[in-house]
């Protein structure tokens, strides 16, 4: 499987929301980050057709995208997904089975698995509306594979979430990940650490890097630094550098800094992680 985005570009009335983004996914999980208003939603949206591009162009095996054959390939969880509050779990995605086209015995079989699958199985008799905020997430992932997608599309997934429902979110993820593109847009670095195969950093509409993050990582390598500070120092490092992290510890703190140069002779290199990466990148002076 190879989704293509060509050359694509979307101008709004007073902003360039896409500036001739290209890349090439294949299988495997992709982290779209960047931070608020940079493309991300507006390029998810060209992806799924609910929008057009004001040019260039987006193949899935060498087909431009759109029509019934690709949307029967497709699964998309939006970031602000809406539910029938009034529907339980399992009436609910039988509905959706049926919209999507799925047989009643297939579906039945179907939405018995999926709600094993995301751990919905002793909930689905419960009614959406009082679901917590992870629940409906677990039940939206549900929806958006009921057709077994090739590309699945998930658009800041995981925000609202507390930290144990964002780790079991990202655990299921990461096993749907091996048989289908993914792509995860967030501006929440840890939701893609460990599972992308490959993060898409994107920035005011443009394409920044795309690389593993073990290889934006390494080419952070004598650009995270850690030093020692006096209270009375701290206000002029956090004005001439990116602070990734700063710790008070017996009136002294502990910086993390993101810098090209060394910020002190007394700073001690330290190894990148993608937290830096998404600084240094997005961080601002």
């Known amino acids: 499987m190879l989704l293509e985005i060509k050359d694509i570009s979307k101008q709004y009335p007073k902003t360039l929301a896409l500036d001739h983004f ?42 431009p995208i759109g029509g ?17 509050k009034d529907f339980t779990a399992q009436e609910f995605l039988l509905y959706m089975s049926s919209m999507k086209g799925l047989k009643p015995k297939a579906a039945a079989q179907r939405v018995k698995d999926l709600l094993e699958q995301v751990n919905l199985t002793e909930h689905k008799n419960k009614r959406i509306g009082s679901f917590s905020g992870g629940m409906r997430q677990r039940l939206g992932i549900a929806q958006a594979i009921l057709n077994d997608p ?10 609202g979430l507390d930290p144990k429902e964002r780790v079991r979110f990202r655990n299921i993820i990461s096993k749907l990940s091996s048989e289908r593109i993914i792509i995860l847009a967030t501006h929440i670095v840890s939701d893609v650490e460990c599972v992308a195969k490959e993060v898409i950093l994107l920035k005011e509409g443009k394409l920044l890097q795309k690389a593993s993050p073990l290889s934006l990582q390494t080419a952070m390598t004598g650009k ?9 120092e701290l206000e002029q490092y956090m004005e001439r550098y990116v602070i990734a992290n700063a710790a008070a510890a017996e009136g002294k703190y502990s910086l993390r800094i993101i810098s090209e140069d060394k910020p002190h002779e007394t ?16 961080g601002e002076v």
Not at 32 to 61: M, Q
Not at 150 to 159: G, N, V
Not at 268 to 280: F, G, I, Q, W
């Open 267 to 282: 700073a001690v290199p330290e190894s990148p992680r993608l937290e830096d990466v998404y600084l240094y990148y997005f």
């Open 150 to 159: 090739e590309i699945l599309i998930l658009d800041e997934p995981t925000a």
């Open 22 to 63: 290209s890349a090439e996914l294949t299988s495997g999980l992709y982290g779209l980050l960047g931070p608020n208003g940079a493309g991300k939603t507006t390029l998810i949206s060209i992806i799924t057709t609910l929008l057009s591009p004001s040019s260039g162009t987006v193949l899935y095996n060498g087909k």
């Open 224 to 232: 995270v630094w850690t030093l020692q500070a006096d209270e009375s």
């Open 68 to 84: 019934r054959d690709y949307m029967k390939i497709l699964g998309y969880l939006p970031q602000y997904p809406r539910f029938y």
